[in-house]
């Protein structure tokens, strides 16, 4: 199984909005707001559309933070690869609101809590907090991490020890 997805962190000033999951895969674990791409959809237009549905925020402008590539493996085999653009934006218009698939909530960019999101995010997330891009290739062990790379696109605007 092949996808593409998406994932949009809203910023505003030092504060980063982010998800706490509800249901799926992820559920229980905090990660940016996002899914599936739909068949005739742009990755932007999904990002816009997963706001709305899951924090009722409509983003204005998007910022492309880079694209990730995750792996699962199961059984030897390869269960599902996940192709996923990263968005941040600073211009929107609504407030954040609980859905059935999501919890919003602010934290400051230096108290994300990486120990409860995907193993993945403390290696990339501060890049991209931090106004860099990214491509990452990350592979999963029935969804443990095992193997992945990390190449930066754009250097950080801001400095990256501010942020880890
Ligand atoms: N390893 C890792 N790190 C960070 N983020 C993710 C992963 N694996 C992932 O799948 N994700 C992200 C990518 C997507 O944004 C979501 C998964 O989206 P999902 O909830 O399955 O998509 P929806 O389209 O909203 O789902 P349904 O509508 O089918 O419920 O997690």
């Known amino acids: 199984m092949i996808l593409v997805e998406t994932l949009l962190y809203l910023v505003r000033g030092g504060e980063v909005l982010l998800i706490l999951k509800k249901r799926g895969l992820g559920a229980g674990l905090y990660n940016g707001v996002g899914g599936k791409v739909k068949p005739g959809e742009t990755p932007e237009e999904a990002a816009v559309r997963e706001a709305v549905e899951e924090i009722g925020v409509k983003p204005l402008q998007l910022n492309w933070g880079g694209l990730l590539e995750f792996w699962n493996f199961v059984d030897g085999g390869v269960e599902s690869v996940h192709y996923v653009h990263v968005f941040t934006s600073n211009s929107y218009v609504g407030e954040p609101r609980?859905?059935?698939?999501?919890?919003?909530?602010?934290?400051?960019?230096?108290?994300?809590?990486?120990?409860k999101?995907?193993?993945?995010?403390?290696y990339w997330l501060p890049v991209v907090l931090g106004g860099g891009r990214i491509y990452g290739r990350f592979e999963f062990q029935k969804w443990k991490l095992r193997r992945w790379s990390l190449y930066?696109?754009?250097?950080?605007?801001?400095?990256?020890?501010d942020l880890v």
């Open 152 to 161: 930066l696109l754009e250097e950080a605007s801001q400095p990256l020890l």
């Open 98 to 115: 609980e859905s059935e698939e999501a919890i919003p909530q602010w934290f400051r960019k230096e108290e994300v809590p990486y120990d």
């Open 117 to 122: 999101m995907w193993e993945d995010d403390r």
